[in-house]
């Protein structure tokens, strides 16, 4: 019997390809099974039916307590930010909680410099960890799974590349937090949002930069996509935007329109089927989710990638190239990490 993520795979249709310099974004339909009659996570902290708190007074970094108190599944995706109580964090899984439902849910810290608050609650944010990170942490919940059955993430990783995006960004924030990031490139980010429009019935997107496939998202339901829609698109921006800010750097504007033009001209339908096949051929390892259904983790040589299951249909699925010419190998010098490291050693054991 198929996979039940490869009859998702393959029955994917895509839109014609918009552009926007150097990034290439096919849109994604598709009749398959919408599956539970869900809602999203900001739908539901609106309308009051779902909360998200810290474990307990004391708190957990890896942990929060999510409360679904209505008549239908919450879906809560992989990399989406919850912002307030000790410090602002983001799923490390993506997550479907039942209707009259508690769960703890397993989070990654994306403000190193905070854990104090005026309530233990999380409320809702318009942003989602970016695409190059997301990836990493996917890859990094992977290996976690199998070694040890936990949804965990390195933190200590995920707050390094937090500083370097920052950096790259030239982003002041004085408690590190990814947030701040988005702030700070908001004007860029609302150029791209313009360019990139939902098409009707839309469900997902396959991103490309310079030519390269990037990664590929699903949703199952037409209006959880159109609530989510920005969130992902800017979480691949913000790449772009990183991309292009380092490519300024001894490049004119005339190239970069060169860049452009060149960059639509090298993405075909085909190369966007091919990068699906590759998708469909990736080994596959199940796991109970923390919520609803079987969370399944897909790995090759070239892409990593997640999708949840529930009752047969996939109500989610993330898949990102590893290889794809986009990695910003920085070697830092240790007097710039040391005391980073210190900071982050005082704020987790002293406070």
Known sequence: MERTVNLYLRGMELGNHQIHEDMVLFPITSRLDQGPDYITLSEALEQGIFEV??????????????????????????????RGAKQNRVLNTTIMVGPKTSVVIPVSCVEAHRWHGPSLHMNNSEHMMNSHLRREKIHQVHFNLEKQRAFRAD???????????????????????????????????DDYLRAFGLIPEQKGLLVFLKGQPVGLEFISREAALTRLYQKLLKSYVLEAIALKHEKRSGQNRQQEK??????????????ARA????????????????????????????????????????????????????DRKRASRPEENFPRLRLRKRYLFEE
């Open 275 to 326: 990068f699906i096949e590759k998708a469909a051929q990736c080994q596959e390892k199940r796991f109970q989710s923390v919520g609803l259904g079987i969370s399944c983790r897909y790995l090759s040589d070239s892409i990593v990638g997640a999708a949840l299951e529930v009752d047969g249909s996939i109500p989610h699925l993330v898949f990102f190239s590893i290889d794809n010419g986009q």
């Open 53 to 82: 708190t810290e474990v307990g007074p004391g708190g957990s970094v890896p942990e929060l307590k999510a409360v679904n108190r209505g008549e239908k599944p919450v879906l809560l995706l992989d990399g989406e930010e919850l």
């Open 258 to 271: 060169k860049g452009k033009s060149e960059a639509g001209n090298r993405v075909t339908v085909e190369k």
């Open 155 to 189: 933190q200590g990783k995920i707050w390094q590349d937090i500083d370097l995006m920052a950096e790259v960004f030239d982003a002041e924030s004085p408690t590190a937090a990814m947030s701040d990031i988005y702030e700070s490139k908001k004007r860029d980010l």
